[in-house]
């Protein structure tokens, strides 16, 4: 009875280990892991779920491949591209959001921006790390990291429309108004010649009828 308690008890300290284990590795777990020359990043959504209209961020956290170790002096030598399909954003810089010592997790690097629309993004780096060049694609998905969704699936009491919801609304709405508007100005057009030629074929018709009279 007493070996099996003690059995027993001697998992404990394996249990712990895999819960700090799970722990540490959780700020990074819904990212995508690649090791790039010298260098291990992990790059994801800042926020995570992502949704469309709400401020995000490109998120990295980057450390040191063969010691762990995080980067902590990157400065601003890499920049990311933000791309939804054929659409892409200027280049953003990244930027440590941390101070050693002060907040944040030390290599946590940002670029900030708003996802408008839900879907799949891809996340181009470019530049160097400590003079080693970078040029990488990530694109976020099932097996890498979230995909940007539409928050009326969460949204309550009531289901708001985001911005780029409202946008396509407003624009369907003026591309109807303007058909409208070219058909009722079509209209126009047609009953204006008609007119004009009634009035010519009149004018017409007056001056024949003069030009007879006076023969007469």
């Given at each position: ?29 819904a ?56 659409r ?27 996802p ?5 993004y ?6 160097n ?6 040029n ?5 998905g ?25 946008a ?30 009634a ?6 018709a007056l ?6 009279l006076?023969?007469?």
């Open positions: 009875m007493t070996g099996s308690r003690w059995r027993g008890r001697a998992w404990l300290p394996l249990l712990l280990c895999a819960l700090l284990v799970v722990g540490v590795a959780s700020p990074a777990a990212h995508e892991e690649r090791r790039v020359g010298r260098y291990m990043l992990a790059v994801g959504f800042g926020s995570e779920p992502a949704y469309a209209g709400q401020q995000n961020s490109v998120q990295l956290y980057l450390h040191d491949a063969r010691t762990g170790k995080p980067i902590t002096d990157l400065g601003p030598t890499l920049r990311v591209i933000v791309s939804y399909g054929k892409k954003m200027a280049p953003l810089t990244m930027e440590p959001d941390f101070e050693v010592g002060e907040f944040g997790t030390p290599g946590d690097y940002r670029a900030w921006f708003f408008t629309r839900p879907g799949r891809t996340f181009h780096f470019l530049g790390i400590h003079g080693q060049k970078v990488e694609s990530f694109t976020s099932p097996h890498t990291f979230s995909n940007v969704e539409d928050p009326t699936t969460v949204e309550f009491p009531v289901r708001d429309p985001t911005v780029g919801q409202l396509q609304r407003v624009a369907v709405v003026t591309q109807h108004n303007a058909r409208q508007a070219s058909a009722a100005a079509s209209g126009a057009d047609r009953a204006l010649w008609i007119a004009v030629a009035l010519v074929v009149a004018i017409a001056v024949a009828g003069m030009w007879r006076r023969r007469a």
